[in-house]
C-alpha cells in the first residue's frame, strides 16, 4: 500500500509541476530572477514531500504549490507591466567597470570580488581588461562587456597592426592596492620595478584597484572609482 500510494502521490506532484511549468512559461536559467529561482526550489521540495507521503493528505502539498506557483505567475505579469515593480523584483544592471575605472562601490552593492570579475571575463574570451571599455553585470548574473573600437575584430588596426603583445593571459600583480608578491616574482620582477613604474604613471598604490603585467612586461594600471561618471 506504501508503494502504491507513493507512485501516486509521485505521478500527481509530476503533473502539478508539469501544469505550473506551462502556466509560468518558457525560461532559461540564466534569465530567471532570485525570487523565480527560490520559488522553484520550493516547489520542487513541496513536490519531493509529496512524492514521499510524509504528509496523508495529498491537498496539503498541492494547495503549497498551487500558492508558490500562482505567486509567481502574479509577480511575472507584475514585473512585465511596470517598471518601478520590475526595478524592485528583478534588479537592476550594475556598471563594475568604465572608462579604464573600477567602481568600487558598485562591486560592494554587487558582492562580487576581482577575481570573479576576471574569471568572467575570461569566460567571455577577453583576458586583457585593457582590451575593454565597459562591463556590466546584468540582472541574470552574466557580464556584458562593450569592447573598445580599437580592438573589435576586422577593423583596420588589425589589418595595418601585428599583435605586439605575447599570446598569454596578463599576469594580476596588485588587487585593491596590495601588492601579489608571488605574482610579480613569476613575471621577473619586484617591489622597486613595481613603484618605479607606478611613479612613472603619475598612480598611488592606494588608488590601484587593479594591476597586470603583460607578455613585454608593461604594467597596466586600473585605478578605482566610487562614482560613476
Not at 507521503?53 to 505579469?77: L, Q
Not at 568600487?104 to 567571455?124: D, G, L, P, T, Y
Not at 556590466?136 to 573600437?149: D, F, N, P
Request: with cysteine; proline share 2%.
Amino acid at each position: 500500500m506504501l508503494y502504491l500510494r507513493t507512485l501516486i502521490f509521485s505521478a500527481v506532484s509530476l503533473v502539478v509541476l508539469f501544469l505550473f511549468t506551462k502556466l509560468i512559461g518558457k525560461r532559461q536559467m540564466a534569465n530567471m530572477s532570485l525570487f523565480d529561482y527560490i520559488n522553484g526550489m520550493t516547489i520542487g521540495s513541496i513536490a519531493g514531500e509529496m512524492a514521499t507521503g510524509i504528509e496523508d493528505n495529498i491537498w496539503v502539498g498541492i494547495i503549497a504549490m498551487s500558492f508558490y506557483g500562482v505567486s509567481v505567475f502574479v509577480i511575472d505579469v507584475i514585473d512585465r507591466k511596470y517598471i518601478r515593480a520590475r526595478r524592485f523584483f528583478s534588479g537592476t544592471p550594475t556598471t563594475l567597470y568604465k572608462n579604464g575605472k573600477f567602481l568600487k562601490e558598485n562591486f560592494k552593492k554587487a558582492q562580487v570580488s576581482i577575481s570573479e570579475f576576471q574569471e568572467m571575463c575570461r569566460v567571455a574570451g577577453y583576458y586583457d581588461i585593457s582590451c575593454i571599455a565597459q562591463a556590466q553585470l546584468e540582472q541574470s548574473g552574466r557580464l556584458s562587456i562593450l569592447v573598445k573600437t580599437e580592438e573589435e575584430p576586422l577593423t583596420l588596426k588589425s589589418f595595418r597592426e601585428m599583435p605586439k603583445k605575447a599570446a598569454f593571459a596578463p599576469v594580476s600583480v596588485i588587487y585593491d592596492g596590495v601588492v601579489l608578491d608571488d605574482n610579480l616574482k613569476s613575471v621577473g620582477r619586484d617591489d622597486r620595478w613595481l613603484h618605479k613604474e607606478l611613479k612613472t604613471q603619475h598612480t598611488k598604490l592606494s588608488e590601484v584597484f587593479l594591476a597586470t603585467v603583460d607578455g613585454e612586461g608593461a604594467l597596466t594600471c586600473f585605478l578605482s572609482s566610487d562614482h560613476l561618471r
